[in-house]
């Protein structure tokens, strides 16, 4: 028997679907996206899917529930964004066992209803069931875009500008954060934990947001991204996710990646590199994309996006030009589930 961990989750997902073939003419686009895409003539239908469980991908020792549940529609509602579509439904499947209560699940909906609200996407439907312990939330998201600005990861070329939205690292600094506050909390269980001056990078992993806006920035300037992916992995599994589908290399400015001055304080208290968080650290659902230089006043006076690199030929490699002028290849280590 082969261990799943000798493929890694991208390997899985690969040797899990590679004879799959596309029989519809309708699905332009099946795995290997943000989204899948399917052509419904006037316009195209994307459909995205993300599964959260307990122990793995949350802790309800430091997660509201209601946190909760915006947070799980918040992660899909991104890929569709990723495409350049806009998200218009949602199905919400649970799984959950005999410790939630009524009222637990109802914190929880009041998340899922806070973020339908605040993106304007519907509840259409879902699933309930039991669970053996903990809780599983799967949400499917339905979203809507046309053909011509669909934005693919396969889409970068040589000379094409590098773009990252918000700032990066945030959330996994949020998140290390509340881990040694439950850590001190689980010894000294009357001491407080104090998040006062660290709000903004406990609010990057507890409620993340979507950039809808840039996809609306995007339409009303018209611009197109040539790719676009978000980024929940990290900044480097994102970057190499363009690269290696659009066949490309890329060299990426480490004075070019945005770092909230929060995060920066918090990745020295930790003794981390803030690169490194940004690089390799996950979930905060900012969008990577890339422009034809010719769009660059586009994007240059748009707020809250940040040139960052520059998209080069796959012989090229794809690298790290640091502040201190080195060159280093990327490496990518993204989050690893199993
Ligand atoms: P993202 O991080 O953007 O949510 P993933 O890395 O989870 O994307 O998935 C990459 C691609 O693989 C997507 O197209 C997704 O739909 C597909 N995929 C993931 N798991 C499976 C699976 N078990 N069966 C079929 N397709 C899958
Ligand atoms: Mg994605």
């Known amino acids: 028997?082969?261990?799943?961990?000798?493929?890694?989750?991208?390997?899985?997902?690969?040797?899990?679907?590679?004879?799959?073939?596309?029989?519809?003419?309708?699905?332009?686009?099946?795995?290997?996206?943000?989204?899948?895409?399917?052509?419904?003539?006037?316009?195209?239908?994307?459909?995205?899917?993300?599964?959260?469980?307990?122990?793995?991908?949350?802790?309800?020792?430091?997660?509201?529930?209601?946190?909760?549940?915006?947070?799980?529609?918040?992660?899909?509602?991104?890929?569709?964004?990723?495409?350049?579509?806009?998200?218009?439904?949602?199905?919400?499947?649970?799984?959950?066992?005999?410790?939630?209560?009524?009222?637990?699940?109802?914190?929880?909906?009041?998340?899922?209803?806070?973020?339908?609200?605040?993106?304007?996407?519907?509840?259409?439907?879902g699933d309930t069931t039991s669970s053996p312990r903990g809780m599983v939330i799967s949400i499917t998201a339905i979203g809507q875009g046309e053909r011509t600005r669909l934005a693919y990861r396969s889409g970068a070329r040589p000379g094409d500008l590098i773009c990252i939205t918000g700032d990066l690292g945030g959330a996994y600094l949020g998140l290390q954060l509340l881990e040694r506050e439950k850590r001190i909390w689980a010894e000294h269980p009357d001491v407080q934990p104090n998040l006062e001056d660290q709000k903004y990078i406990v609010g990057r992993f507890l409620k993340p947001e979507v950039r809808l806006d840039m996809v609306d920035a995007f339409r009303q300037n018209n611009l197109v991204p040539t790719a676009m992916i978000d980024i929940s992995d990290g900044l480097a599994s994102e970057l190499f996710h363009i690269c290696k589908q659009s066949g490309t290399g890329a060299l990426l400015e480490e004075s070019g990646v945005p770092i909230h001055p929060e995060a920066q304080l918090m990745a020295l208290q930790f003794k981390l590199d803030p690169i490194t968080c940004a690089l390799n650290g996950g979930e905060d659902y900012e969008l990577l994309f890339t422009i034809d230089p010719k769009d660059t006043d586009k994007v240059r006076f748009l707020p809250d996006i940040y040139i960052a690199g520059e998209i080069l030929d796959v012989a090229d490699g794809i690298k790290l030009n640091t502040k201190g002028g080195n060159l280093h290849p990327l490496q990518a280590q993204g989050w690893k589930h199993f």
Do not use: W
């Open 1 to 125: 028997m082969t261990d799943v961990n000798t493929l890694g989750e991208f390997g899985l997902i690969e040797h899990l679907t590679h004879n799959f073939p596309i029989t519809q003419p309708s699905t332009l686009k099946g795995v290997g996206d943000d989204a899948a895409v399917i052509d419904n003539g006037a316009f195209c239908t994307v459909v995205s899917t993300d599964m959260l469980v307990e122990g793995i991908h949350f802790d309800l020792a430091y997660t509201p529930l209601k946190h909760l549940g915006y947070k799980s529609v918040v992660v899909n509602l991104s890929d569709i964004c990723a495409m350049n579509a806009v998200p218009r439904q949602i199905t919400v499947s649970i799984a959950i066992s005999s410790k939630y209560s009524v009222e637990a699940l109802d914190d929880l909906y009041a998340g899922i209803r806070a973020a339908c609200d605040a993106y304007g996407v519907d509840l259409v439907g």
